[in-house]
């Protein structure tokens, strides 16, 4: 989708399921400025197992709640795989082009947080976060929307813009929404 907005700068992209990871490896591979992992991000590195969706894209390291699954069935936890995570800081280095202008998008079903905290060295050079936010509790130790924007706040960023994402389809309430924030200027 960014590709064909116009947007032709680099781009890498982290996929911890497996399928998913060899569709996006399929999607990347004539695209010179597209790089992709397939790994997923957290607060530290190692080994972990992330929860495996019906649906894949609802797929989390976090225990899906009754709330999202009543929203979504096809989200129901069908198995689990072993799964390695990286923390940001530990990997942007080496991906970092000196790209004047960085934009993080961050969409790991509950973990944002997480990821966040493994990402507290390299945050200062990121300018714009897009970030996936919970209006209700969809999974466990999930920060909730409150936490989550306070948490961006104190790391620097304001908001910008706001997309909608996944609502209940029976009764229409939002339950989630993708925040875009950008980094403060300094005063």
Request: one cysteine or more; aromatic letters at 8%; hydrophobic letters at 45%.
């Amino acid at each position: 989708m960014l590709r064909r907005l116009g947007y032709g700068g680099r781009m890498v992209s982290f996929e911890p399921l497996h399928d998913a990871f060899q569709r996006l490896q399929r999607a990347a591979a004539s695209d010179p400025l597209w790089e992709t992992r397939p790994l997923a991000c957290g607060a530290r590195t190692g080994p972990a197992t992330l929860h495996v969706a019906g649906n894949s894209e609802s797929s989390s390291l976090l225990a899906m709640l009754p709330a999202h699954v009543a929203a979504e069935p096809r989200s129901a936890c069908v198995g689990e795989q072993s799964v390695t995570v990286t923390t940001l800081d530990a990997v942007f280095p080496g991906l970092h082009g000196g790209e004047q202008q960085v934009w993080l998008k961050i969409d790991t079903q509950g973990s944002e947080a997480q990821v966040l905290h493994g990402a507290a060295q390299i945050l200062p050079q990121v300018q714009w976060l897009q970030i996936e936010l919970s209006l209700r509790p969809l999974y466990a130790e999930a920060l909730e929307f409150d936490k989550m924007q306070a948490l961006v706040g104190a790391l620097g960023f304001d908001w910008f813009g706001l997309e909608p994402g996944f609502s209940d389809p029976v009764t229409g309430e939002l339950l989630q929404l993708d925040g875009i924030f950008k980094r403060r200027a300094a005063p």
